[in-house]
């Protein structure tokens, strides 16, 4: 019924940016709070970022005045920039979205998760 595609990940040396795209697709009917999160190798996933469908924002405090999170309500579409790159944000990035939808003619609610985009930071 619904997916979520990250995109944008790749390799880049400390310094560098990146910027990740998530992309929602279904019956939605809307798009609530959007997040992304990150999990780094033998570490638990952590919340990076969040949106309000306002557009209202916040980042953990190791991220912030380097990574911006935006959205387009009307492409159902987010996204991270990330800039000033450091090894330590090395990790798998994952779109998370809080979703109405369509069904048999009816709204549910829903949780959804991409399936993560990898991003290396080379030192």
């Known amino acids: 019924q619904v997916q979520l595609v990250e995109s944008g990940g790749g390799l880049v040396q400390a310094g560098g940016s990146l910027r990740l795209s998530c992309a929602a697709s279904g019956s939605i009917f809307s798009i609530d709070i959007m997040g992304w999160y990150r999990q780094a190798p033998g570490k638990q996933r952590e919340l990076v970022a969040t949106?309000?469908?306002?557009?209202?924002?916040n980042y953990v405090d190791s991220v912030k005045g380097r990574f911006t999170f935006s959205r387009d309500n009307a492409k159902k579409s987010a996204y991270l920039q990330m800039n000033s790159l450091k090894p330590e944000d090395t990790a798998v990035y994952y779109c998370?979205?809080?979703?109405?939808?369509?069904?048999?003619?009816?709204?549910?609610?829903?949780?959804?998760w991409g399936q993560g985009t990898q991003v290396t930071v080379s030192s």
């Open positions: 949106i309000t469908s306002g557009g209202s924002t």
């Open positions: 998370n979205a809080a979703v109405i939808y369509y069904s048999g003619g009816r709204k549910y609610s829903g949780d959804y």
